[in-house]
């Protein structure tokens, strides 16, 4: 019976556990959010290191998100350019320029949803220009397809 420990309180912790953190702190390092030895009452915050070697940026969450702005600025653009024509320009150009431009902010919105869902499958990396780019991407792919729609049923309905 001499083995026994000593009756525990409610607020005692049993030897065995440690309330250490789940990860091993080495002498020297100073962990996230842990207290240091000597510094009562306070807590220092220390990021996080990136392995050496890894990059801490996601040049297709990027180029998404660059693509996904061209998209709008193109389309914006557009806009500008076919109110202008329409004061100076007949139907036939207006219609043509219409098109292409619409095109052209199509095919930058899909590769910027494209480039966007693979920058967010990329692990490691952050994400959140991809998100965006990846967003901005799908609305306008939804946009412009919703107007081609709508606009191909008008004139089939309507001729």
């Known amino acids: 019976m001499s083995d026994q420990q000593p009756a525990q309180g409610p607020h005692e912790v049993p030897p065995h556990v440690s309330s250490a953190p789940p990860y091993a702190q080495q002498p020297g390092v100073q962990q996230p959010g842990v207290q240091q030895p000597g510094t ?33 600025g193109l389309g914006i653009l557009i806009d500008i350019l076919i109110q202008v024509m329409i004061r100076t320009d007949g139907y036939m150009v207006v219609s043509v320029v219409s098109g292409v431009g619409s095109l052209f902010a199509f095919l930058t919105a899909l590769a910027a949803l494209i480039i966007g869902l693979i920058g967010i499958r990329r692990p490691g990396v952050p994400h959140v220009a991809a998100g965006i780019g990846a967003g901005i991407g799908i609305a306008g792919v939804l946009g412009i397809a919703s107007s081609y729609l709508i606009g191909t049923v008008g004139s089939l309905l309507f001729f």
């Open 40 to 72: 009562p009452g306070q807590y220092t915050y220390v990021a996080p290191q990136q392995p050496p070697g890894t990059a801490a940026a996601n040049p297709a969450g990027r180029a998404s998100l660059i693509l996904g702005l061209v998209s709008i």
